[in-house]
């Protein structure tokens, strides 16, 4: 296979992200695409490069994945993830955690170290256990921004959450591609704000919350969940480049097709297996930034790219 230029291409999540969070997730994408691609630089992983994006994502607050994520009705803490890789699609997916800092490692773990490819709930905290991975409180999972949009959709008395009352936090995810045209997907959330106890959504779903296979391409999804996993969303997006489309035009098409064929809002970032970039969503915002050589490009408004020079 011929050489490819490798690219790491991040995300924040799609969602009506206020003005004054603009600033915040810009600045968190861009921090994310750099060690992301510093990552894939200096190891040649893929792996290793979308987990150490996607845990930049899950330290910050304003992103609503590990700490930051936001809250079930009952007010606790439900995150999930999912890995995998385009050579021989190995995957790994968890759902469920309530007390793991960083869901995507042990989605990682998952494909790694055990024979299965999906583990949830307290099994899977038992498992993280013996892995030794960091285990931290509920407490410290919580922000004040998450508690507070609870409480506002509780006012609300809103039965139906939905990505827009998610306030300004998002989904977090990653795609990249080295030299050689392997490529990788990981993708890490807390829900949605208000969801019932033991809700699963799309994020831990493969080909829904994100897919890689090496002879088409990469994804990873955001949006309202239950639309995207009813859609197939990141299997769409891969299913339309097999078909001719390039990354753009197939992103643009799919999410678009979601929305209208079932309601509700998404967006993906996407990579071919020759490193060609699609951004797309139909959500009034997505965060989104990545690196190829010494050039970072981002964006969060619709038709927004910034480029600047890393130095
Ligand atoms: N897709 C996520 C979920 O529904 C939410 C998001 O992407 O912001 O759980």
């Given at each position: 296979?011929?050489?490819?230029?490798?690219?790491?291409?991040?995300h924040?999540?799609?969602?009506?992200?206020?003005?004054?969070?603009?600033?915040?997730k810009?600045?968190?994408?861009?921090?994310?695409?750099?060690?992301?691609?510093?990552?894939?630089?200096?190891?040649?992983?893929?792996?290793?490069?979308?987990?150490?994006?996607?845990k930049?994502?899950?330290?910050?607050?304003?992103?609503n994945?590990g700490?930051?994520?936001?809250?079930t009705?009952d007010?606790?803490?439900?995150?999930?993830?999912?890995?995998?890789?385009?050579?021989?699609?190995?995957?790994?997916?968890v759902t469920?955690?309530?007390?793991?800092q960083y869901?995507?490692?042990?989605?990682?773990?998952?494909?790694?170290?055990?024979?299965?490819?999906?583990?949830?709930?307290e099994?899977?905290?038992?498992?993280?256990?013996?892995?030794?991975?960091?285990?931290?409180?509920?407490?410290?999972?919580?922000?004040?921004a998450?508690?507070?949009?609870?409480?506002?959709?509780?006012?609300k008395?809103?039965?139906n959450?939905t990505?827009?009352?998610?306030?300004g936090?998002?989904?977090?995810?990653?795609?990249?591609?080295?030299?050689?045209?392997?490529?990788?997907s990981?993708?890490?959330?807390?829900?949605?704000?208000?969801?019932?106890?033991?809700?699963?959504?799309?994020?831990?779903?493969?080909?829904c919350?994100?897919?890689a296979?090496?002879?088409?391409?990469?994804?990873?999804?955001?949006?309202?969940?239950?639309?995207?996993?009813?859609?197939?969303?990141?299997?769409?997006?891969?299913?339309?480049?097999t078909?001719?489309?390039n990354?753009?035009?197939a992103?643009?098409?799919?999410?678009?097709a979601?929305?209208?064929?079932?309601?509700?809002d998404?967006?993906?970032?996407?990579?071919s297996?020759?490193?060609?970039?699609?951004?797309?969503f139909t959500?009034?915002?997505?965060?989104w930034?990545?690196?190829?050589?010494?050039?970072?490009?981002y964006?969060?408004?619709k038709?927004?790219?910034?480029?600047d020079?890393?130095?």
């Amino acid at each position: 296979m011929s050489s490819v230029q490798p690219i790491l291409l991040v995300h924040g999540g799609a969602g009506n992200v206020p003005d004054c969070n603009v600033q915040n997730k810009l600045d968190g994408v861009r921090q994310a695409a750099k060690e992301g691609y510093r990552i894939l630089k200096e190891t040649g992983s893929v792996l290793d490069s979308v987990v150490a994006a996607v845990k930049v994502m899950e330290d910050l607050e304003g992103f609503n994945a590990g700490r930051g994520s936001v809250l079930t009705i009952d007010g606790t803490i439900e995150m999930e993830a999912q890995i995998i890789e385009g050579k021989n699609m190995n995957a790994g997916c968890v759902t469920l955690l309530s007390h793991i800092q960083y869901p995507v490692e042990l989605a990682r773990l998952v494909m790694e170290k055990t024979p299965h490819t999906f583990l949830g709930g307290e099994a899977a905290e038992e498992f993280a256990k013996k892995m030794g991975v960091p285990f931290v409180t509920q407490d410290f999972l919580k922000t004040k921004a998450a508690e507070k949009a609870l409480a506002e959709f509780k006012k609300k008395g809103a039965l139906n959450p939905t990505l827009t009352e998610i306030g300004g936090v998002g989904t977090v995810g990653c795609v990249a591609i080295d030299s050689n045209g392997h490529t990788a997907s990981a993708t890490s959330t807390g829900g949605i704000n208000g969801k019932y106890r033991g809700r699963i959504g799309d994020t831990p779903l493969l080909g829904c919350g994100g897919y890689a296979d090496d002879t088409i391409g990469t994804v990873s999804t955001t949006g309202h969940g239950e639309s995207i996993m009813r859609y197939n969303l990141a299997q769409r997006i891969l299913n339309a480049m097999t078909h001719g489309k390039n990354p753009q035009e197939a992103v643009d098409q799919e999410t678009a097709a979601m929305t209208a064929r079932v309601g509700k809002d998404a967006g993906a970032i996407v990579l071919s297996n020759k490193g060609e970039v699609g951004v797309g969503f139909t959500s009034y915002r997505m965060s989104w930034a990545y690196q190829v050589g010494d050039e970072l490009h981002y964006g969060i408004d619709k038709g927004q790219k910034l480029v600047d020079k890393i130095s």
